[in-house]
């Protein structure tokens, strides 16, 4: 299949042997990470190295599989769940597959079936069941799945990091992305033809995220001190919460599958749990019921609203409205420590533990007591010896 246009990127089927052949077996001591990346339920996740991809499942930490190439590495390594397609873009150096490519894996055929080549490097890929979403420095593509028909494009502000976020539930549809503006979110609803653009911070985006089920977001800026969570629904903003006063490289943004908490790692060596006063199902006469039709005679009711109490305010909330805001701003439950030098990301199980992942190949997973937030380190894993590329600096 080829689609041609001066704008837009070609598909087609692939017929790269480089899945053919079997894999190659590296020395551990050889491998470099160059990304980390979990699923989209959280129960696996990968580490993209310098010759190739290895999966993981987080609940009894066994290697699902790995393949390795000859070729180079890759920097991006999207999964689908736990199916056996994943999408992946090589690194700079990869001479099979090149950082403008998005190569479509299946493991069990053990090759790459079809690819989408583009005229500058992808910046991020996003997989649902139904769609493929390719982020780009200034564009976003969305495929069908099953035939690669480009079915919608977006225009971003300049987006290095290809920030981008979908939802995952069969019957809703919630794609998110920086706007046009600085310190713009756009949110499209695809199934009911709506779009809508927040102002969410003054500073360029630099990270985002969205509940599986699309209804809450959660955004924060280079800036890095405030997190603020929005209704995606009508734009609303529900919270706002402090991770500190210096300026930080946030590094993630997660909710926990039930949304009562949400996790923030940084460049500043610390993961912070919010306790979250917003809900998106359930609820009372006090809460905003906003119901979508969806196709299919598939209503979304997306229950939003604000809940009382919860979160840690700080010393000075009591003088809210005489002091500077940072002074009532809402503080953290619970803070894990990781070392600074390496770039972490932090997620929640099922049963609310904060699994952390780290550039330097290491597994982290704490439980924290609900009643006195005292945490409890259950237990660290290094998952492989492999380091990080060092950096050469011209003398």
């Not at 979990?38 to 009894?60: E, L």
């Not at 972490?344 to 982290?364: E, P, S």
């Amino acid at each position: 299949m080829i689609i041609s246009s001066l704008e837009q990127p070609h598909s087609q089927q692939s017929t790269a042997s480089s899945g053919q052949s079997g894999p190659e077996i590296a020395d551990d001591n050889e491998i470099e990470l160059l990304s980390v990346s979990w699923n989209q339920n959280y129960g696996r996740f990968a580490f993209g190295t310098s010759n190739g991809f290895r999966i993981y499942n987080c609940d009894s930490l066994t290697e699902a599989f790995r393949r390795d190439f000859n070729g180079g590495g890759f920097r991006i390594v999207e999964m689908l769940f736990h199916c056996n397609f994943l999408a992946l873009v090589g690194e700079d150096t990869n001479t099979q597959f090149p950082p403008n490519k998005v190569m479509i894996w299946d493991d069990h055929q053990r090759r790459c079936t079809y690819e989408l080549t583009f005229r500058s490097h992808v910046r991020g890929v996003k997989l649902r069941r139904d769609l493929i979403v390719v982020v780009l420095e200034n564009k976003i593509y969305v495929y069908n799945f099953a035939d690669l028909k480009l079915v919608h494009q977006i225009e971003t502000l300049s987006n290095p990091k290809g920030l981008c976020c979908l939802s995952y539930h069969s019957n809703t549809l919630v794609l998110t992305c920086p706007g046009i503006r600085q310190g713009e979110v756009r949110i499209e609803h695809p199934f009911l033809k709506m779009k809508k653009f927040i102002s969410a911070h003054d500073s360029q985006i630099a990270c985002m995220t969205l509940t599986l089920n699309g209804l809450l977001l959660a955004t924060a800026s280079t800036k890095g001190t405030l997190i603020r969570i929005f209704n995606t629904n009508d734009g609303t903003r529900l919270q706002e919460v402090r991770r500190g006063l210096d300026r930080a490289d946030i590094y993630s943004i997660s909710f926990s599958p039930n949304e009562r908490w949400l996790a923030v790692s940084s460049d500043k060596g610390t993961v912070h749990v919010f306790s979250l006063r917003v809900k998106a199902a359930g609820g009372d006469a006090s809460t905003q019921l906003v119901a979508a039709q969806i196709p299919g005679n598939v209503k979304q009711n997306a229950v939003v609203s604000a809940k009382t109490g919860g979160n840690t305010n700080s010393s000075f909330h009591f003088m809210k409205g005489v002091l500077p805001k940072c002074f009532s701003s809402e503080r953290s439950s619970a803070q894990f420590h990781v070392p600074e030098e390496r770039c972490h990301i932090a997620a929640f199980d099922a049963q609310d533990t904060v699994m952390i992942l780290g550039m330097d190949g290491r597994y982290c997973s704490y439980d924290f007591d609900l009643e006195s937030i005292k945490k409890l380190c259950r237990n660290t894993n290094r998952i492989t010896p492999a380091r990080r590329r060092a950096k050469k600096k011209d003398k």
